[in-house]
């Protein structure tokens, strides 16, 4: 870091939560913003460096949530400012869609040299997730030709009308929004705590692969006519959930077996959270087409994907943005891989299993604690009532997420009754001891209610 002054590692509060200040934007924001925004506690965000946010109050919180895992290498981090400063004195904006950049070509070689699989590979650039998701879906029907999609329960990837259509996370997300694209058929996720129909936990894998061929193809859909197969490898916002790696390679086997493009959904779990560059990494598939976003570009808006060369085949004019692939936003992308490729991926990795080696236990140690989960710094641990039926509690999940604000540590859930921990890459020992420390004691108030 090039600046010398003393950046605090660890909580400081100097108002009851919220202050007067941030109590004050909030009122006002719930009479102009769109009231859509699910918010789970007051926290107003002023500024931020490192792990650590400041709120207007003064008060500075740890962030284990990263702007829901984006901001990969922390708050501001020098390097990814300075490069952001230096692309917007440079050129803001061009649109690639129509003339060329040497910093789009130059990112998208070396995403694509990360991306699993020794196929060659191209990139197309969107400014977010759900775009990513959509491009695929486009792709993959006009590479293929045929226009169904596989998708599974409680995944998520995007609320634009398409990506929507292959969400199963929440009914509120589909409430009232009508006719979705039809030709998407939802299949069981193999969710390795809970079994792929909430049974037979040990047989997730073999029984999700087995709805697929058994039940879908059989009754619902023909092969021949689906284009592709959506997963993320972890369910982010479905309760950071990892599908078996035999699943996953499963998966890829019968993509391959029926002409089927095999996509994974990586905006989440994507470029080094996991503790290598992508989750697929760990099963060791090559997905025909890898979609990313959030983390990629340390908080400037940013969405790629990422898919063989041979499947990229569709004809110009048939798919563009006026913003994706923005100077400024791979300014920062280039500038969060090199910090990536320079030791954060390592640190994922290696604080993940520090984490770990501490809550490895605790479905031993909490009565209210079903199961602890993840890879590198993409965890979850949920929350049941009983761990013997696996009854969910969502309110004691919320109860602890409260409670954890109220002490300075930003956490967020995921799913219906999963807390996840899914902070900069950036962050040290003492601050998953003080995370740790911090959710262990608002765990033990939560236990009393069971
Ligand atoms: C796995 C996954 N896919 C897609 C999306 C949609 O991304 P965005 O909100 O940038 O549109 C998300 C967002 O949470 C996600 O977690």
Redo the contacts with the bound molecule.
């Keep these: 870091m090039q600046v010398a002054e003393k950046v605090r590692k660890l909580p400081h509060l100097v108002t009851a939560l919220p202050g007067p200040k941030a109590r004050e934007i909030v009122e006002r924001d719930h009479q102009v913003i769109s009231p859509s925004y699910t918010r789970d506690y007051p926290l107003v965000a002023k500024s931020g460096r490192g792990a650590m946010v400041e709120d207007p109050d003064g008060n500075i919180f740890l962030d284990f949530a990263a702007g829901?895992a984006v901001v990969a290498t922390g708050h501001c981090h020098p390097d990814v400012v300075a490069a952001i400063q230096k692309q917007s004195a440079r050129l803001i904006h061009m649109s690639s869609t129509d003339f060329y950049c040497e910093g789009m070509v130059e990112f998208a070689e070396r995403l694509a040299s990360v991306v699993p699989g020794k196929s060659p590979k191209r990139v197309y650039f969107g400014n977010?997730?759900?775009e990513a998701?959509e491009a695929a879906m486009k792709l993959a029907r006009y590479h293929t030709r045929r226009d169904k999609f596989i998708a599974f329960y409680g995944c998520?990837?995007?609320?634009t009308l398409g990506?929507l259509s292959l969400t199963a996370s929440k009914a509120v997300q589909r409430k009232r929004f009508g006719a979705l694209l039809g030709g998407v058929f939802h299949t069981p996720y193999p969710n390795p705590y809970r079994g792929a129909y909430g049974v037979r936990p040990e047989h997730a894998a073999a029984d999700a692969l087995a709805h697929i061929e058994g039940e879908l193809f059989r009754r619902l859909v023909d092969p021949e006519e689906v284009a592709a197969i959506f997963i993320?490898p972890i369910q982010?916002?479905g309760g950071y959930v990892a599908a078996p790696p035999e699943f996953l390679r499963g998966l890829a086997e019968l993509c391959r077996r029926h002409g089927i493009l095999l996509v994974v959904?990586e905006?989440?779990s994507g470029m080094g959270r996991t503790g290598k560059w992508w989750a697929s990494d760990h099963a060791e598939i090559e997905p025909d087409i890898l979609c990313t976003?959030?983390g990629i570009a340390s908080g400037m808006p940013l969405?790629a994907v990422i898919a063989k060369s041979e499947v990229m085949d569709w004809t110009a004019g048939a798919h563009a943005s006026t913003f994706g692939g923005n100077p400024v936003s791979i300014a920062a992308a280039s500038a969060t891989f090199d910090l990536l490729e320079s030791g954060l991926i390592q640190n994922a990795a290696r604080l993940g299993e520090f984490i770990f080696s501490r809550i490895g236990d605790w479905p031993q140690r909490h009565r209210c604690v079903g199961n602890v989960r993840g890879k590198g710094l993409m965890i979850g641990i949920e929350f049941v009532r009983d761990q013997r039926t696996k009854e969910k509690a969502p309110e004691l999940r919320n109860q602890v997420i409260q409670a954890a604000f109220k002490r300075g540590l930003l956490v967020l859930g995921a799913g219906e009754n999963t807390l996840r921990l899914c902070p900069p890459l950036i962050i040290d020992e003492e601050q998953a001891e003080f995370a740790l420390r911090t959710l262990d004691e608002c765990i033990w108030e939560a236990d009393r209610s069971v």
């Design positions: 829901i977010s997730g759900t998701l998520f990837h995007g609320r990506s993320e982010g916002e959904d905006v989440q976003a959030k969405g």
